[in-house]
């Protein structure tokens, strides 16, 4: 796969592949998990994470965390940084679940990880992938571009239909044959009453 910033289209954003994202969700220790809300509202919540076995990790409280991802499993998660004279962006997009075995808990390494939270978090969340997606570009190519009002529809305008000239003929009708070998429908006489 070509990673190359001219092989996405804006040459100055590099698509990163998996495994370079994937580093850089291992290597940094806060990142933000996206849940939508018992009553259908997107939160978010910033979160210390542990990437193990292809899933991620975090720990929680008896919070609206668990709530919420009992209602709507499906959840987003985001870590973004600078190295190297880059700034960098992954997003995970997964579901959640909460974690009710100690075998996985034990497994996964999750008990070491210390929350930056003062909270007590005794209980794990395990966030299973389903896409990862990565970007970087130059910290020398930042802009800062005029603001302007938006005005119209947020929506892709659509291709106008062909105009058709008046007195110019309408593209003809299309006809079937009728289906051989049916047997045909003959009207039945009236009865009289």
């Known amino acids: 796969m070509n990673t190359s910033p001219a092989a996405r289209g804006n040459p100055a954003i590099e698509r990163l592949p998996a ?18 809300n018992a009553e259908g509202s997107p939160d978010i919540f910033p979160v210390n994470h542990l990437a193990h076995e ?8 008896r919070d609206p965390k668990l709530l919420h991802i009992a209602h709507h ?15 960098w962006s992954v997003v995970i997009r997964g579901q959640a679940e909460r974690v009710i075995r100690d075998d996985e808990i034990r497994a996964s390494g999750i008990s070491r990880l210390v929350s930056w939270s003062p909270t007590v978090k005794l209980f794990v969340v395990k966030i ?10 130059a910290v020398d190519l930042g802009r800062s571009d005029p603001a302007i009002a938006f005005e119209g529809e947020a929506t892709r305008p659509q291709p106008e239909e062909p105009h058709v000239a008046r007195g110019q ?4 009708i299309p006809h079937f044959e009728p289906i051989t070998g049916a047997t045909p429908i003959t009207p039945q006489p009236r009865q009289s009453e």
Do not use: C, K, M
């Open 19 to 36: 495994s370079t994202s994937w580093e850089y969700v291992q290597t940094t220790p806060l990142g933000r998990l996206a849940v939508i």
């Open 54 to 61: 292809g899933s991620l990790f975090i720990r929680t409280a």
């Open 73 to 87: 499993p499906a959840v987003a998660f985001e870590v973004d940084g600078e190295a190297d004279g880059h700034y």
């Open 128 to 137: 299973t992938v389903n896409t990862i997606t990565g970007r970087r570009f």
């Open 169 to 172: 003929r309408p593209a003809p």
